[in-house]
């Protein structure tokens, strides 16, 4: 069992910035794919952002492609996800699962197999 926790999420006016931070206590993420996913009020949960740990790759929803940057340390304890130039759209609970067994970088929720409790983020007007 993989414990995730994830922190950095705050208030802040559009324009602003907020790091947002996962760690799993005791665990160093040396394979697989770390992700951030956020879900809104009344709405489905949607990929952000996913960083591959083998060679680093990364992959981003259209939507935050110039404004997030999703990386990791080098000794793979943490992932975090940099926002900038935020929108009350970015508006949700943030969350960094993982998927620890695959190669390729899925979008869909279904295929992270360890989720923490999420960080909100709201970004006002």
């Known amino acids: 069992q993989v414990q995730l926790v994830e922190s950095g999420g705050g208030s802040v006016q559009a324009g602003g910035s907020l790091r947002l931070s996962c760690a799993a206590p005791?665990?160093?993420?040396?394979?697989?794919?770390m992700g951030w996913f956020r879900q809104a009020p009344g709405r489905e949960r949607e990929f952000v952002a996913a960083?591959?740990?083998?060679?680093?790759?990364?992959h981003y929803r259209d939507s935050v492609k110039g404004r997030f940057t999703i990386s990791g340390d080098s000794a793979g304890y943490m992932a975090y996800l940099e926002m900038n130039s935020l929108k009350p759209e970015d508006t949700a609970v943030y969350y960094c699962?993982?998927?620890?067994?695959?190669?390729?970088?899925?979008?869909?929720?279904?295929?992270?197999?360890?989720w923490g409790r999420g960080t909100q983020v709201t970004v006002s007007a």
């Open positions: 005791g665990r160093t993420f040396g394979s697989g794919i």
């Open positions: 699962p993982a998927d620890l067994r695959s190669f390729y970088i899925e979008t869909e929720p279904t295929a992270y197999d360890y």
């Open positions: 960083i591959r740990w083998s060679g680093g790759y990364t």
